[in-house]
């Protein structure tokens, strides 16, 4: 599956109808009063959540939203109906911003929300509106107006619970593979993911959604290597997999470029719940990752040592992402 995560689409809100000049027309009353009834208002433009919905693949297709028009008003003071809304459905995680400016407009987290983008036009009045004791006949009447008209982006943002993370190439992808039904694309080298993958974990009484990111790498911050772009995908999650190569040359200083990245993106991702996993450890000695083990647990850090790549300590893992996950506390 393709993991299409924004889209700018046009939607224009319907224009209010205008309102109408008439004048009643009865047998046996010659002058009849003005009548003209007011224009409908426009319809609305409404964003609203589907649970149902994963990916905002529809708006490749279809990225123009028309709602409405209201109709004109009639004589006999008829008022014009209102002009249809139209609904925009979107998944849940969806935030929609103004593209002018790039203000946030909403963001769509409950199943069956609501949030009206662009507004209808309000009909115009009718000339009955316009009458009085020494203006009997008004020919005046508005129009209706102009229904909002705006460009929008919609930036999907995962709703994950477990968010992996780590420099390239340490194993997340590996790691996804054996925790979960997904089956992302793996390799020895670099930005091997190059878009974020979902993929379920069955827990013993629970489910979880993880998602595995592209690599996060020293400067991300700053806009280099790609993962930076997607930790909005795990900005919500509840908690963070922190994936460390047990064979990389300096492992400290990968825990500290990976906190910093975090960081710098958004400090809150440091008081997300997390497991530090150190990965590969098939390729270091026992005493090496021991020691390593004895290093996080200072730092108060919840560790768990795994070879993703030989199924070694996943069944561990799954429980401890079981366990702080049902753990409200923090
Ligand atoms: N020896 C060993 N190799 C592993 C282990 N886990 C992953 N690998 C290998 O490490 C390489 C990178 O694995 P990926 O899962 O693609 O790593 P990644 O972190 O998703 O990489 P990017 O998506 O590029 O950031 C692959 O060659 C894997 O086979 C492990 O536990 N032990
Ligand atoms: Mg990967």
């Known amino acids: 599956m393709k993991f299409i995560d924004e889209a700018v689409i046009y939607v224009k809100a319907g224009n209010g109808g205008n309102g109408c000049v008439s004048f009643r027309r009865e047998k046996f009353i010659p002058r009849g009063g003005p009548d ?27 990225r123009i939203y028309r709602a409405e028009k209201g109709k004109n008003g009639a004589k006999k003071n008829k008022r014009g109906r209102d002009g249809k809304d139209v609904i925009i459905s979107v998944p849940l995680g969806t935030t929609i911003y103004d593209e002018k400016n790039g203000a946030p407009l909403c963001d769509i987290t409950r199943n069956q929300e609501t949030f009206i983008v662009a507004r209808g036009g309000k009909g115009g009045k009718g000339n009955v509106h316009f009458a009085t004791p020494t203006h009997r006949t008004p020919f005046e009447y508005e129009h209706g107006k102009e229904g909002e008209e705006k460009h929008l982006r919609l930036v999907l943002k995962i709703l994950a619970d477990v968010g992996i993370v780590g420099l390239p190439n340490v194993g997340k992808s590996t790691l996804i593979s054996r925790l979960t039904d997904a089956n992302p694309k793996i390799g020895d080298y670099p930005f091997t993911t190059i878009t974020p993958s979902l993929g379920v974990l069955q827990g013993d009484n629970k489910t979880f959604v993880v998602a595995d990111i592209p690599g996060i790498i020293e400067g991300a911050s700053k806009g280099k ?45 440091l008081r997300k719940k997390r497991i530090v996993v150190l990965n590969k450890i098939d390729l270091v000695a026992r005493t090496v990752w021991n020691q390593w083990k004895h290093y996080f647990s200072k730092k108060d850090e919840a560790t768990i040592m795994v070879s993703a790549l030989h199924g070694w300590g996943i069944e561990n893992l799954k429980r401890e992402i079981e366990k702080q996950a049902t753990d409200e506390r923090t």
């Open 36 to 62: 003209g009834g007011d224009g409908g208002k426009g319809g609305d433009v409404v964003i609203a959540g589907k649970q149902s919905l994963t990916n905002l693949s529809d708006f490749q297709y279809k």
């Open 225 to 269: 290597g790609l993962g930076f772009n997607f930790l909005k995908h795990i900005e919500r999650t509840r908690m963070m997999l922190w994936v460390l190569d047990a064979s990389s040359a300096n492992i400290e200083k990968d825990y500290y470029t990976l906190s910093k990245e975090l960081c710098l993106y958004n400090t809150r991702m």
